[in-house]
């Protein structure tokens, strides 16, 4: 049975089953997917979630895993992104249950790191009020990273911690607690297919970026993109760096593409609590109340100083914005 070794701290009390059965389920998972083709197609599309995304095998066994792991680890409520709605577990229990299942699924055939996000916050009566609040309340969050190493970056509500499945005992064992979020990096992280699509002060952000050492910036940047949320995250929580999720013009986008609860504010809660910050690209994800349970939202998260420079777009005059290369107000004396 996989079990969480700390060494640098306890997991509170009332936290622990929960987190032993994610755990449980993740090593589970580490195995599954290091088969590759061996284990099945896991790879190939079965459906539709209710948001009309395409679900993978792999999306709805995780989803079935963690759900039958769940009775009897005092979580009342289970939310995830692959179930139209919210279901019961323990009847008695404290904590509602937001996640993610499996995280990158479009990249489990080119073997590239996925992952499962997740956030426990206090349960209430009533289901959907658990999760239709913002993030303050909550009283953990993390990943589950499967790559090279399968890894569990968790908050508890202080500070981050590491575990790092070690495959001979399938057990997570707890490494050095990692470092703040590192606050200078020259990478940001977008999809520049969408450009033409993005509003002015994100193209403004980016076209600087762009401008490198001649530009306003006055510094060459690299641009990365790997379609995992958990593998963008890692990174930033590595190296640092920014990661933009914007909304835009296309049909469907103007809050972008991913999901408040399951991903957003598990992320920022995560980020914060490692000295970075996450917005809308405007205001704190934290503070944002979803309107349903699968609400969409833009997401900028990363090193402290990025994020509060692109909100400092957003705050420019449009003239500023929307001039190619143009002479922004935030970098005037």
């Given amino acids: 049975m996989t079990s969480l070794k700390t060494q640098y701290g306890d997991i509170p009390v009332s936290l622990r089953p929960a987190m032993q059965a994610l755990a449980g389920v993740a090593a589970d998972i580490s195995r599954t997917i290091s088969l590759g083709p061996l284990g099945g197609a896991l790879g190939a599309d079965v459906g539709a979630n209710s948001d009309g995304d395409t679900q993978k095998a792999l999306d709805i066994l995780a989803?079935?895993?963690f759900a039958a792991a769940l009775p009897g680890t005092g979580v009342r409520w289970y939310a995830s992104e692959e179930r139209s709605d919210v279901v019961a577990i323990d009847a008695d229990g404290t904590l509602g249950l937001a996640i993610d299942p499996l995280d990158?699924?479009?990249?489990?055939?080119?073997?590239v790191s996925i992952g499962t996000i997740f956030a426990i916050q206090p349960a209430q009566p009533d289901g959907m009020a658990t999760f239709l609040r913002d993030g303050r309340d909550l009283l953990a969050a993390g990943y589950f990273i499967y790559g090279p190493q399968t890894a569990l970056v968790a908050t508890f509500g202080a500070g981050v911690r590491l575990f790092i499945l070690d495959r001979a005992t399938g057990d997570f064992i707890e490494a050095p607690p990692p470092p703040a979020v590192p606050a200078q990096s020259s990478e940001y992280a977008i999809n520049a297919s969408n450009y033409r699509h993005w509003p002015d002060p994100v193209r403004a952000y980016i076209d600087d970026c762009l401008a490198g050492s001649e530009?306003?910036?006055?510094?060459?940047?690299?641009m990365r993109w790997v379609a995992s949320l958990v593998a963008e995250t890692h990174r930033i929580m590595t190296r640092g760096g920014v990661f933009l999720y914007p909304g835009d013009a296309r049909p469907g986008y103007a809050q972008g593409r991913l999901r408040l609860v399951y991903e957003c504010a598990p992320i920022a809660f995560l980020v914060e609590q490692a000295g970075g910050k996450a917005s809308t690209g405007m205001t704190p994800i934290l503070d944002r109340v979803p309107e349903s349970l699968h609400a969409r939202t833009p997401l900028v998260f990363?090193?402290?100083e990025k994020v509060d420079r692109i909100t400092a777009y957003f705050d420019l005059p449009e003239a500023e914005?929307?001039?190619?290369?143009?002479?922004?107000?935030?970098f005037r004396a």
């Fill in 215 to 222: 530009g306003p910036r006055g510094k060459d940047f690299n």
């Fill in 63 to 65: 989803d079935e895993a």
């Fill in 104 to 111: 990158g699924s479009s990249n489990i055939d080119v073997n």
């Fill in 302 to 304: 990363g090193s402290a």
């Fill in 321 to 330: 914005v929307s001039a190619l290369f143009g002479n922004r107000g935030l």
